[in-house]
T-cell receptor, first 111, second 116 residues
Framework: DQQVKQNSPSLSVQEGRISILNCDYTNSMFDYFLWYKKYPAEGPTFLISISSIKDKNEDGRFTVFLNKSAKHLSLHIVPSQPGDSAVYFCAASARDDKIIFGKGTRLHILP | DTAVSQTPKYLVTQMGNDKSIKCEQNLGHDTMYWYKQDSKKFLKIMFSYNNKELIINETVPNRFSPKSPDKAHLNLHINSLELGDSAVYFC???????????????FGDGTRLSIL
């Protein structure tokens, strides 16, 4: 029972272009959403988050958009850089404070 | 200056053995976690401790026993290892057990456990 779904296992984007990573969720009780970035042989590192009371949060090149009615969120990276090549995990939390992670999307930034 | 460190990084062992994975954080956080990332790449929480007290215990076999001697350490002991225990185990910590806007979880680099 996947409560957080990242349906694209991988994505390739040209350097300098916009990368858009998508995430869908099923649990309407989720009120906080996070994105983590993971390099090989390292642990996930926190990237950006958004509360359910907002529909957009921006931090430098990274913007997260939340569409509650569609139970969908997306991470935009612009412009994409070579160091952005990594696995990106979408995650969500409800009031019980457990964080539920998606399976991740592997982003390849092409030169 | 590793914030969350776990040892060993790799662990290869025979089925039926007992093994431990250690985790330490130097961030002064109150809460620590163990996650399992299986072959399907899902990252799932197993346990969390807040100030040495167990607060989350997911449906995990009794063969898995976490131990928190102090709030900076959370070790994971696994008895009678089975093939299905092969996975990457991540330790993490956060300031508080309340998922918070400004207090994300910090992860260790993982321990890759392979059962022969």
């Amino acid at each position: 029972d996947q409560q957080v779904k990242q349906n694209s296992p991988s994505l390739s984007v040209q350097e300098g272009r916009i990368s858009i990573l998508n995430c869908d969720y099923t649990n309407s009780m989720f009120d906080y959403f996070l994105w983590y970035k993971k390099y090989p042989a390292e642990g996930p590192t926190f990237l950006i988050s958004i509360s359910s009371i907002k529909d957009k949060n921006e931090d430098g090149r990274f913007t997260v958009f939340l569409n509650k009615s569609a139970k969908h969120l997306s991470l935009h990276i612009v412009p994409s850089q070579p160091g952005d090549s990594a696995v990106y995990f979408c995650a969500a939390s409800a009031r019980d404070d457990k964080i539920i992670f998606g399976k991740g999307t592997r982003l390849h930034i092409l030169p | 200056d590793t914030a969350v460190s776990q040892t060993p990084k790799y662990l290869v062992t025979q089925m039926g053995n007992d093994k431990s994975i250690k985790c330490e954080q130097n961030l002064g956080h109150d809460t620590m976690y163990w996650y399992k990332q299986d072959s399907k790449k899902f990252l799932k929480i197993m346990f969390s401790y807040n100030n040495k007290e167990l607060i989350i215990n997911e449906t995990v076999p009794n063969r898995f026993s976490p131990k928190s001697p102090d709030k900076a350490h959370l070790n994971l002991h696994i008895n009678s290892l089975e093939l299905g225990d092969s996975a990457v185990y991540f330790c993490a910590s956060s300031q508080s057990h309340r998922v918070s806007r400004d207090q994300p979880q910090h992860f260790g680099d993982g321990t890759r456990l392979s059962i022969l």
